[in-house]
């Protein structure tokens, strides 16, 4: 991994040493006051995009920013693990892997597209072998870490497990980039120094490219490109290094402070403790350069933006980004993903976030039926439903009391993916987030899904049978209502971190064109996500007038209720219950929501078509 | 084998996932990555019936949950049907105690439920503990003052490491016990209602509700 280190240090070697002997508020001060001098890169970003390091490269001496040659101390800091005399000084990170190599084998599956029928690229070539074979054993720590510098092995994923798939799986990326440049030629676009800027207009073919894996060297760039990054910084040129200043002025004011920089710090040792770009070596006074970066855009982002300020989890958007691009870059990434992709996910109530997992729980019920029985919240429909059972709202009620599932899957949309799959996955979902906006995270949500349904299936029979709302709790029940649902969870919460391989997501899920999930697109998204929030608001509104909202909830530990619920009225107040559920019922389930209606999909279509049939009626 | 429900809370960073991750898997890292969202694991444990001297199962299904303020919104799910809560702060940390209180009421006022055992831990004992070390800290919160308050509220009452794994053992111990007490006393009172036969008894996770009379079972 010392290429890592030497490359980014021998890259930018006029700015990548700012601040190194500084403690963090000195380095604050530092930077912003260094003006023009500021280093736009982040100091820690390693390098894909170098083409292998001359040996000219990599004798230079380090210099940080004031021209003057790195303390021994920090060069001991980064090189923990091997000295920087040492050799291989002709290999970029991805050539440690094998990822540059050409392939080995003249093999053309197309990466394992199983389906071929439906996506075969007829357009692209038979590579050219040669002999080589990866080299991933070049480096002692390509043993243990992978080419971004995160632990190959986790909780679920031994080294070798990573090591067979890695072989490979980085042969698909090396057939996956040869396309892209093909591509890139075809559309008269440079490479840049294997750094390309500009990339192809968008059609099918691009999507199709895209959902196969951005080459790991262009993601920082191509993720800019797509999600019109540079278009948000010309709009707002100078902002970030204005937020600095402020920062700086808030860390020397003895009066006024900032909120939620204690916050912030407590989590900057906490981002991917994993990664040798962000562990700070015992011997090490001061934080890793990478450290820093995250440091000052969380507090820069937490300045420009205090209606979100700081949320535990854009501590991993943030720290992922960094190691694909410069601080700035990073920073406004940062408020894309939280304004575009996420709008409110963030925000201090977090509503954002139940209204997504709201989406998702329609989403579920509309397209995997047979998923959805296992994460129905059994108990749900007594506390909406009238006496003679009849479910209010449609039967929508999980929308305001979201399924406890969601305690889990609101991770997957808060960091985007980030520590939910292993890291070429959350990669492969980030190129496609950027490409076809939030509405992937969705689909991915129920690739997923449908991808633990045979574990779900082992775990017990459906009790009540299938379309029923087997009643949880119920006394005598052969396995308790709490039991199934942890192992529910266990599930949910288990099986993506064991999907080393992101092709099964993709050729098994997001490639077939027979789910119909893959229906689902950003159109639908948006409607989706209209619709939930302003049920949610009429509901909490209704609940609020019927004052059966939160102000009394006493006994509520008994009832299912969440955040919002009738069902927190105190349980000798069934009339009230009653009378506030009919007036929600009335002013709420003419709104049901209407998925659409798509030409192929007739099955659920017809199905859907049915359910609307039959509310209505029991409406009327 | 009884089983039950256990919530963490507290604020954020004094600890919570490194107890459980002790309790679980008996291991410790110094940077544990920030939990987003909620974390589950379940873990057994065996206490002994002081009555017949029989051992017996516990086994709890444990919620570990992010601690920032705003996660707040979604702590209802979290301790809803919970039969116990852990509620840590970092006895370095004087604010932790603070936020550790305001579960504790919040626990009282929205939960309420007498039979709800809580828990409170104070962590990173050995961060006070380690003599000449520089990683020492002074300890901001006195055993005696956390312990007078948990008297005050009924609560248990832990210092513990998850470092050293220093009382992580006897926290789980303790709660379990004490659910068992209430389990056992709730068993004899409802004798008869219980469909359940055999040698093993099997206790529902999560609370019976008191609607269930008319929803469930009427």
């Known amino acids: 991994m010392m290429d890592v280190e030497r490359s980014r240090h021998s890259m930018h070697p006029g700015s990548s040493g700012s601040g190194l002997r500084h403690s963090p508020r000195e380095t604050a001060v530092l930077i912003a006051t260094a003006g023009n001098g500021y280093p736009k890169k982040s100091p820690s970003m390693p390098n894909f995009h170098e083409k292998p390091f001359t040996s000219t490269n990599a004798s230079e001496p380090i210099l940080n920013s004031n021209g003057l040659p790195v303390s021994s101390e920090y060069v001991a800091d980064n090189s923990g693990v091997q000295s920087l005399t040492d050799g291989d000084a002709s290999l970029s990170v991805i050539e440690m892997y094998g990822d540059e190599v050409e392939s080995r084998r003249p093999e053309n599956e197309d990466g394992g597209n199983l389906e071929g029928d439906e996506d075969a690229d007829s357009d692209e070539l038979e590579l050219p072998t040669s002999g080589m074979p990866p080299t991933g054993s070049a480096m002692p720590n390509s043993d243990y870490f992978d080419r971004y510098g995160f632990k190959k092995q986790s909780n679920l994923i031994t080294e070798q497990d990573y090591d067979e798939w890695w072989e490979n799986y980085s042969q698909y990326c090396i057939r996956r980039k040869h396309k892209w440049k093909i591509l890139m030629e075809k559309s008269g676009l440079p490479m840049d120094n294997d750094s390309p800027n500009r990339f192809p207009s968008r059609s099918e073919k691009l999507k199709r490219y895209v959902r196969k894996g951005i080459p790991a060297e262009w993601r920082g760039n191509a993720w800019w490109y797509f999600a019109r990054g540079q278009e948000k910084l010309n709009k707002n040129k100078g902002i970030y290094d204005k937020l600095l200043l402020k920062m700086d002025d808030l860390l020397k004011s003895k009066t006024k402070s900032m909120p939620d920089l204690d916050i912030i710090e407590r989590d900057l040792n906490r981002t991917f403790p994993d990664n040798i770009h962000f562990q700070k070596e015992t011997f090490q006074i001061d934080d890793p350069p990478m450290i820093k970066s995250l440091r000052r855009v969380l507090v820069a982002f937490s300045l420009y933006n205090p209606k979100i300020g700081y949320c535990q989890s854009m501590n991993f958007l943030a720290g992922l980004l960094l190691l694909f691009m410069d601080e700035e870059r990073a920073f406004w990434m940062l408020v894309i993903i939280t304004s575009r992709y996420l709008p409110g996910v963030h925000n201090i109530n977090l509503e954002g976030v139940n209204v997504d997992q709201g989406v998702l729980m329609l989403c579920i019920k509309e397209y995997l039926p047979e998923i959805w029985q296992y994460i129905m919240p059994q108990t749900s429909s007594k506390h909406f439903s009238l006496n003679n059972g009849t479910s209010l709202l449609g039967g929508n009620d999980f929308l305001y009391k979201l399924p406890p599932i969601t305690l889990c899957t609101a991770s997957w949309f808060m960091s985007c993916f980030v520590g939910v799959l292993p890291i070429e996955g959350t990669l492969r979902i980030w190129d496609c987030l950027f490409y076809e906006e939030s509405h992937f995270l969705f689909k991915i949500s129920l690739a997923i899904f449908k991808l633990c349904e045979p574990e779900l299936i082992k775990l017990k029979p459906l009790r009540n049978g299938i379309g029923k709302n087997p009643i949880r709790g119920q006394r005598g029940s052969q396995m308790s209502n709490g039991e199934s649902e942890m192992e529910v969870f266990q599930i949910v919460q288990t099986f993506p971190k064991q999907l080393i391989n992101p092709n099964e997501l993709f050729d098994r899920v997001i490639f077939k064109r027979r789910f119909s999930l893959n229906k689902l697109d950003q159109d639908e998204v948006d409607r989706c996500r209209k619709y939930v929030s302003s049920q949610r608001l009429k509901y909490k509104h209704y609940s609020e007038i019927m004052g059966t909202g939160h102000r009394n909830n006493n006994n509520n530990s008994n009832n299912n209720s969440n955040d919002i619920g009738i069902a927190s009225s105190s349980s000798n107040s069934a009339d009230g219950e009653k009378m506030a559920g009919d007036i929600i019922n009335d002013a709420l389930s003419s709104e049901v929501y209407g998925f659409k209606k798509g030409l192929g999909g007739v099955h659920w279509n017809n199905s859907i078509k049915a359910k609307v049939k039959q509310m209505r009626k029991k409406k009327g | ?218």
């Open chain 2, 1 to 218: 084998m009884l089983q039950f429900k256990l919530v963490l809370l507290g604020d954020s960073s004094v600890g919570k996932s490194s107890i459980v991750h002790r309790f679980v898997k008996d291991s410790f890292d110094e940077f544990r990555e920030s939990t987003i969202g909620a974390a589950f694991l379940s873990q057994t444990i065996k206490i002994e019936d002081k009555g017949s001297q029989q051992e017996v199962v516990i086994k709890f299904e444990i919620w570990d949950t992010a601690g920032q303020e705003r996660y707040k919104s979604l702590a209802p799910m979290y301790y809803r049907n919970a039969n116990a809560a852990l509620v840590v702060y970092d006895v370095t940390q004087q604010d932790s105690l603070a936020k550790a209180q305001g579960w504790v009421n919040e626990l009282k006022t929205k939960v309420g439920e007498d039979d709800l055992v809580i828990c409170l831990v104070g962590n990173k004992l050995d961060l006070c503990t380690e003599e000449g070390e520089s990683s020492s800290k002074p300890k901001a919160v006195e055993s005696s003052d956390a312990e007078g308050y948990a008297n005050e509220q009924g609560l248990l009452f832990h210092e513990v490491s998850a470092k050293t794994g220093e009382g992580v053992k006897q926290v789980f111990q303790s709660i379990g016990e004490k659910l068992y007490e209430f389990k056992k006393h709730e068993l004899a009172n409802s004798k008869g209602r219980q469909g359940a036969g055999g040698d093993t008894v099997n206790v529902q996770l999560q609370r019976p509700s008191t609607n269930d009379a008319t929803s469930c079972c009427g």
